[in-house]
């Protein structure tokens, strides 16, 4: 009895393609574009800094740590407004907010910041 369920139980693994193990949804390609030009976007800041757990980097800094953020998330990521969550508005560790300083001294909030460009995005 114990080998019939043994050989039961291989037909069935065997059945099952490599696509049943895929995530539920691969980022769309719209939607990678976006984000892609919203990191461009701060990458291009050239009179800002983008201030992270109290400190600030410089704009490539930035980018090449949203980059790899989103790179460790990409599975919660399914859409630009899920990067801006999860990826670019604040610290995973501590919890805390993620601000573009401006050459002014003003401060926005980068999901605020981003929001922004998305919204002119998709207009």
């Not at 990458?43 to 704009?59: I, Q, W």
């Not at 859409?79 to 926005?108: L, N």
Request: aromatic residues 8%; positive net charge; glycine residues 4%.
């Amino acid at each position: 009895m114990r080998r019939v369920i043994l050989i039961v139980l291989a037909i069935l693994l065997a059945s099952l393609s490599h696509s049943d193990f895929a995530p539920a949804s691969e980022l769309p390609s719209a939607e990678h574009r976006k984000i892609e030009v919203l990191v461009s976007c701060i990458e291009g800041l050239t009179d800002a800094r983008f201030v992270r757990n109290g400190k600030d980097y410089s704009a490539a800094a930035a980018a090449e740590f949203l980059r790899r953020k989103w790179q460790t998330l990409r599975a919660e990521v399914c859409s630009a407004e899920d990067f801006i969550d999860k990826v670019a508005s604040s610290s995973s560790t501590t919890g805390k907010p993620y601000f573009i300083r401006f050459g002014d001294g003003r401060e926005v909030p980068s999901a605020e910041f981003l929001r922004a460009h998305l919204f002119k995005l998709q207009q």
